[in-house]
């Protein structure tokens, strides 16, 4: 058997071994459209500029008219497997609760483990952002607050564009990454954000181990890696991990996880606010008691959290 064939097999039994709550898995509560309200949707734009359906997103804009609306670009969750889940990233709870609050919604696609190794992903993502500000005119985008949130390998993305905002380059022990990438038409443009949202996302990929979490071998940190282990690489898995890049210039992070996460243990959420604090990160932390991966999370309370948080950064 061929070695996508192995992973993907793999990814669909641990899935469907992570759902206790109706079908959460990987990609935790991913509710469809139908309970969204917004004035309009531009769906499939390429923002690479090339002809792939994983460099695609969708933008929704209020209900309520504005001249220019401040922006969010909500990341789906998939341990990095999906390449092609933006109609489903969280639309009726996190993405609704947003557009209600007066935030114009962008929900990309990036490329899959199973398309390209990292950095390629948060390439993607950056291009996304790159992208927002370009096209700000068309869409009738406020650049002046552009904001990452995701969920799972979503919230990784999100807290990661946050903490590496505006470095382009990083040595991490012995590896040299490029951050920014050239993804896109627009390099030219900033893809720094103001603010992050992390839902249950891993952060620390050399200790996922740190508390009670699902087993996978390979792990999906592994298979975006390239295959190569922790032990044979443990600065690879270095620079994937978000708190390796945290500093005091780094804006402003939310985060949420569930104590009962059994996919990304929930000292990954804990453990990440102590090291946002250590670096001088403004932030706050909310962890969700009896929260799984993705169920249970997104109460009103939390949604709330995250729109008064992401208000206070833009009111400042």
């Known amino acids: 058997m061929k070695r996508t064939s192995i992973i993907l097999a793999l990814f669909a039994a641990t899935t469907a071994w992570a759902q206790p709550q109706g079908g959460f898995g990987f990609g935790g509560q991913q509710l469809s459209a139908e309970q969204m309200h917004y004035s309009q949707k531009f769906s499939d734009l390429n923002y690479a500029g090339d002809d792939q359906a994983y460099h695609t997103l969708d933008i929704y804009l209020p209900e309520k008219k504005a001249e220019k609306y401040p922006v969010v670009v909500h990341i789906y969750g998939s341990a990095w497997f999906s390449n092609s889940s933006k109609g489903m990233a969280d639309l009726a709870t996190i993405c609704s609760a947003l557009l209600k609050a007066g935030y114009a919604v962008v929900t990309p696609n990036h490329r899959s483990s199973q398309d390209a190794t990292y950095p390629a992903q948060i390439h993607d993502i950056k291009a996304v952002i790159r992208y927002v500000r370009a096209n700000a005119d068309k869409y009738q985008f406020d650049t002046t607050f552009v904001a990452t949130s995701g969920f799972s390998s979503g919230g990784h993305l999100s807290s990661l564009a946050a903490a590496t905002s505006g470095t382009m380059k990083a040595t991490v022990g012995t590896e040299e990454i490029d ?89 990954q959420g804990e453990q990440f606010f102590v090291a946002l604090g250590a670096a001088g990160v403004k932030s706050e932390f909310y962890p969700v008691e009896g929260g799984g991966h993705g169920f249970n999370m997104y109460t009103e309370e939390n949604l709330a959290h995250m729109v008064e948080f992401f208000d206070a950064v833009r009111n400042k």
């Open 179 to 267: 951050l920014e990438g050239s993804v896109g038409d627009f390099t030219d443009y900033s893809s720094r954000v103001c603010v992050a949202a992390d839902w249950s996302g891993p952060v620390d990929l050399l200790h996922m181990d740190c508390g009670k979490g699902m087993v996978m071998n390979p792990s999906p940190e592994q298979v975006l890696l390239g295959g190569v282990t922790k032990e044979d690489a443990p600065d690879k898995y270095r620079s994937l991990s978000v708190a390796t890049y945290l500093d005091k210039n780094d804006p402003p992070i939310i985060v949420f996880h569930g104590t009962e996460d059994n996919v990304v243990p929930f000292c």
